[in-house]
């Protein structure tokens, strides 16, 4: 797995054939968000799921007045 790169459409292919010359087994190279569940049977990657908008802890989200 590579990670920690700038892995972009125009990047991610010379990346590739970089690591592919010295290393011959699958590879992935990992963007953001992108986890990995690891266990000695196997290997899930999937991205993060995540709400877009949450309320920090503690904020009243009820209407003034109710």
Known sequence: MGY???NDWDTAPEIRDQIKSIYDAPILLATDDMVFNVTKDYIET?????AEDIWPPGVDRRSPGT
Do not use: L, N, S
């Not at 999937?46 to 995540?50: C, D, F, L, Y």
């Open 4 to 6: 920690h790169f700038f």
């Open 46 to 50: 999937r991205m993060m799921v995540a």
